[in-house]
């Protein structure tokens, strides 16, 4: 019972609890609270009939609303009714206003429009009348910008430059910054800078004139220049020889040069144009107007722009020092030519002084030092390369007056000029090279004249007449009676006078440099040095490689420079005689004779060497063995017989030669035929050699031995000169007597026989003798067993070939 009365309650308390689910749905269904899903669900639980009670609770529900708007609907109705009702009534009345509003609008609008029209008719007056006081105002402004701009146009038109750009700065700093703000103004302020450049563009047009002035004026502006300085010249020459005046001490005097003050090319007179005849002398001022230069660097410097116009002008200045540097191609050939270079030079160097001197700032000392320095260099230059065209003394000397008076005028106007008086030295050298070449050619035609054979002479008056020509002693020669012959031929006495006579030709011109006594024999001294170390010293260099000269002549040739070689200190006694400068003095230089000829000599006995040489060529040319010769001839090669007449022959004309210059020469020869056969024998042409063949050559050895121990020429020792032909001698040596097993045994011994035969000179040779082994009877005795022959011919080749390897690997 209890049970199911607690049954009944839970039954009751389920009920309550669905629904009050069924009352929280339909509050989220009429809230429209989304998504139901959630709600719904709980409807539907495990209990029977659940969807059915749901949905008669949700009717149920529907029924109380509807209820409940057919209660409101009841409720207001009537005022609903009442209200369509008044406004039905009062459609009618607003029909009417709208007519009457619409009508009103109309007239409105037709009366308003004149009033409108008179409305913006003021407005219209007021802004123009409002503009019109605005553009008074302004025009007050801009008349004086405008008249300042006028004045300004009329200012560049009549070329007041100056004034145009003081007006031009009253514009920027006054009037302009008033109405910068009109277009007008804007337009002003771009043309200003246009108008700056335009003064400045047609400042430097007349700036260039200006140059363009100078630079035809500057040949006539330094000829007056040149002519000033050499009348003063002449006067302080010609007054200081009048009052005898001494000034007690060392002055730099060339050509009777001295020190003067710095002068202008001015109107004034000097004490030579006293003469009532003596034409007026320009000015430069006289030439050249020099406004443009000081109004053109005026406006600059009122710019601002004085740095650039300075650079300007001295870069152009420096192009037109550039183009009066530049001397005429043909300027070398006339002394007019010099002239007119050093004219325009001195031309442009009085402008720069002008310009120095007037002006600040445009022309420094500073720049004007570097300008000539610049220039200096360049004439230096130019004088050193076309003075090597002159080759007429006469112009040369001409040449170095004229330096003298373009120094003294530029020296006037403090321009320093110690390098062009050491260029006179140069000069002078210069005059010597022309002196040289007039020699060199004599000294050719000397060399081409002589017959190269000693002097002959019949009597004693031919004797004195050659002696006085030439320092020539000898005691033993002056016991002989005549006729006898003189060691030295035609060329030596001439040879000696011509250098004579070129120390007189080379005293000229230093004589004109008024130098000490010293000075000149140095001069002197160098000079003939020049003469005898490079032209005589080149001649005989030419004359000995010369091919129409023989051995006889080269002989001829060593002795004559003997003799000259002696002749050399009577050469520095002359020069002594000339300048009375002892040569024990210091400062004295030596000729370098002595030296010249010994290289001659020495150039003499090397092309004797090489003439020998040349010679065993020839006959060796001429040989024609049979190198597959069964045996030989019995008797040495006729070319080899030859070669050895013609050698003793020319080694008895080497008597006259110092000993060793003969031993040398013999020594020479007797190496080179041994080379020579030793080439001929390993000659790669050279194919095959016979045993006979082998024999032959082995017999024009033995001659060679022969001569050489025959003593050619005296002073060798023992076998010395035979030793030229060892080589040979082992190695036919060896191929003769086959001794092939001592040579391999004592291979790299000292005291081995066979030790200056090399190993692959020896396997050349067995290879050429190894191919005409089956053709000759070299191995006749091996005939009976050609399997040890060939056996030991192979063992010999693979031991020579073993020891050339391990040559080259120790290489």
């Known amino acids: 019972m209890a049970r199911k009365s607690k049954l009944n309650l839970l039954e009751l308390y389920s009920e309550e609890n669905k629904d009050q689910i069924y009352k929280n749905?339909?509050?989220?269904?009429?809230?429209?609270?989304?998504?139901?899903?959630?709600?719904?669900?709980?409807?539907?639980?495990?209990?029977?009939?659940?969807?059915?009670?749901?949905?008669?609770?949700?009717?149920?529900?529907?029924?109380?609303?509807?209820?409940e708007i057919e209660k409101m609907c009841n409720f207001h109705h009537q005022g609903f009714v009442d209200a369509i009702t008044e406004l039905l009534k009062v459609r009618a009345d607003a029909e009417k206003l709208k007519v009457q509003v619409t009508d009103t609008n109309r007239r409105l609008q037709d009366a308003g429009k004149e009033v409108i029209a008179q409305t913006e008719e003021i407005i219209r007056c007021r802004i123009q009348q409002r503009n019109i006081t605005t553009v008074v105002e302004k025009l007050q402004l801009c008349l004086p910008v405008l008249e300042m701009y006028s004045k300004l146009k009329e200012q560049m038109k009549v070329k007041?430059?100056?004034?145009?750009?003081?007006?031009m700065e009253q514009l920027e700093n006054m009037y302009l910054?008033?109405?910068?703000?009109?277009?007008?103004?804007?337009?002003?302020?771009?043309?200003?800078?246009?108008?700056?450049?335009?003064?400045?563009?047609?400042?430097?047009?007349?700036?260039?004139?200006?140059?363009?002035?100078?630079?035809?004026?500057?040949?006539?502006?330094?000829?007056?220049?040149?002519?000033?300085?050499?009348?003063?010249?002449?006067?302080?020459?010609?007054?200081?020889?009048?009052?005898?005046?001494?000034?007690?001490?060392?002055?730099?005097?060339?050509?009777?040069?001295?020190?003067?003050?710095?002068?202008?090319?001015?109107?004034?007179?000097?004490?030579?144009?006293e003469d009532e005849h003596e034409e007026e002398v320009l000015t430069a001022h006289d030439l050249v107007d020099f406004s443009p230069v000081y109004r053109c660097l005026h406006i600059y410097s009122v710019l601002g722009d004085g740095e650039t116009f300075e650079n300007y002008y001295r870069k152009q200045r420096r192009k037109q020092a550039r183009l009066v540097l530049q001397p005429q191609s043909s300027m070398h050939e006339t002394v007019e030519g010099y002239r007119r270079y050093f004219s325009q030079i001195v031309g442009f160097f009085v402008?720069?002084?002008?310009?120095?001197?007037?002006?600040?700032g445009l022309v420094t000392r500073a720049y004007t030092d570097e300008l000539w320095n610049m220039a200096l260099s360049k004439i230096i230059a130019v004088l050193r390369t076309h003075s090597s065209y002159c080759t007429d003394p006469d112009l040369v000397l001409e040449l170095k007056n004229l330096i003298v008076v373009f120094a003294d005028t530029l020296q006037g106007y403090g321009f320093p000029v110690n390098r062009l008086f050491d260029l006179?030295?140069?000069?002078?050298?210069?005059?010597?090279?022309?002196?040289?070449?007039?020699?060199?050619?004599?000294?050719?035609?000397?060399?081409?004249?002589?017959?190269?054979?000693?002097?002959?002479?019949?009597?004693?008056?031919?004797?004195?007449?050659?002696?006085?020509k030439f320092p020539f002693q000898d005691p033993e020669l002056d016991k002989q009676s005549f006729p006898k012959k003189l060691p030295m031929s035609q060329s030596v006495p001439q040879i000696y006078i011509q250098v004579k006579e070129f120390i007189y030709a080379s005293l000229k011109f230093s004589e004109s440099l008024h130098r000490?006594?010293?000075?000149?024999?140095?001069?002197?001294?160098?000079?003939?040095?020049?003469?005898?170390?490079?032209?005589?010293?080149?001649?005989?260099?030419?004359?000995?490689?010369?091919?129409?000269?023989?051995?006889?002549?080269?002989?001829?040739?060593?002795?004559?420079?003997?003799?000259?070689?002696?002749?050399?200190?009577?050469?520095?006694?002359?020069?002594?005689?000339?300048?009375?400068?002892?040569?024990?003095?210091?400062?004295?230089?030596?000729?370098?004779?002595?030296?010249?000829?010994?290289?001659?000599?020495?150039?003499?006995?090397?092309?004797?060497?090489?003439?020998?040489?040349?010679?065993?060529?020839?006959?060796?040319?001429?040989?024609?063995?049979?190198?597959?010769?069964?045996?030989?001839?019995?008797r040495a090669s006729g070319y080899l017989m030859d070669l050895i007449n013609f050698l003793r022959s020319t080694f008895q004309v080497f008597t006259h030669l110092p000993g060793k210059v003969a031993q040398t020469a013999c020594m020479s020869a007797c190496q080179h035929l041994s080379t020579s056969l030793m080439q001929m024998l390993l000659d790669s042409e050279l194919k095959q050699i016979s045993m006979g063949a082998v024999q032959q050559f082995n017999l024009d050895v033995i001659q060679c031995e022969l001569f050489a121990s025959s003593e050619p020429v005296p002073g060798f020792?023992?076998?010395?000169?035979?030793?030229?032909?060892?080589?040979?001698?082992?190695?036919?040596?060896?191929?003769?007597?086959?001794?092939?097993?001592?040579?391999?045994?004592?291979?790299?011994?000292?005291?081995?026989?066979?030790?200056?035969?090399?190993?692959?000179?020896?396997?050349?040779?067995?290879?050429?003798m190894k191919d005409t082994s089956k053709k000759n009877n070299i191995f006749a005795q091996f005939r009976k067993n050609d399997r040890d022959k060939q056996k030991l011919i192979e063992t010999v080749v693979k031991q020579l070939r073993s020891l050339v390897n391990g040559m080259s690997q120790h290489t």
């Open 160 to 167: 007041r430059y100056y004034s145009a750009l003081k007006t």
């Open 351 to 360: 402008v720069e002084d002008h310009i120095l001197h007037v002006t600040q």
């Open 717 to 768: 020792h023992g076998d010395t000169l035979q030793l030229a032909f060892i080589d040979l001698r082992q190695l036919l040596d060896l191929f003769m007597v086959w001794d092939w097993s001592t040579y391999l045994a004592d291979y790299g011994q000292p005291t081995s026989k066979y030790l200056r035969v090399n190993p692959s000179t020896a396997l050349t040779l067995l290879e050429k």
């Open 177 to 273: 910054p008033r109405v910068s703000q009109y277009r007008f103004c804007q337009i002003m302020i771009e043309n200003l800078p246009k108008l700056r450049e335009e003064i400045k563009e047609i400042s430097m047009s007349d700036l260039k004139d200006f140059l363009e002035s100078i630079r035809k004026h500057s040949d006539k502006i330094g000829e007056t220049a040149m002519k000033q300085a050499q009348q003063q010249k002449t006067f302080n020459t010609a007054l200081q020889k009048q009052n005898n005046v001494n000034y007690g001490r060392n002055m730099y005097v060339i050509n009777g040069r001295v020190p003067e003050p710095k002068y202008e090319i001015t109107s004034k007179r000097t004490l030579e144009e």
């Open 25 to 67: 749905v339909f509050a989220e269904i009429e809230s429209f609270e989304l998504p139901l899903g959630t709600s719904l669900r709980s409807v539907y639980d495990d209990q029977p009939n659940a969807h059915q009670r749901f949905m008669e609770k949700l009717d149920a529900c529907i029924r109380n609303h509807d209820r």
């Open 516 to 634: 000490s006594s010293t000075e000149i024999d140095d001069m002197l001294r160098k000079s003939t040095n020049l003469l005898l170390t490079r032209t005589l010293s080149s001649c005989l260099q030419n004359l000995i490689k010369k091919p129409h000269i023989g051995l006889t002549e080269l002989v001829q040739i060593i002795i004559n420079t003997t003799h000259l070689e002696q002749a050399c200190k009577y050469l520095e006694d002359f020069i002594t005689n000339i300048t009375n400068i002892s040569q024990e003095t210091v400062h004295t230089a030596r000729l370098y004779g002595l030296s010249t000829f010994k290289d001659a000599r020495h150039a003499a006995e090397g092309e004797i060497y090489t003439k020998l040489n040349q010679k065993i060529d020839e006959f060796i040319q001429l040989a024609d063995y049979d190198w597959t010769m069964s045996e030989s001839a019995g």
């Open 424 to 468: 006179l030295f140069e000069i002078r050298d210069q005059y010597n090279e022309t002196l040289l070449k007039k020699w060199a050619g004599l000294f050719r035609d000397i060399f081409e004249a002589d017959n190269y054979s000693p002097i002959p002479v019949a009597n004693e008056e031919e004797y004195k007449i050659v002696i006085s």
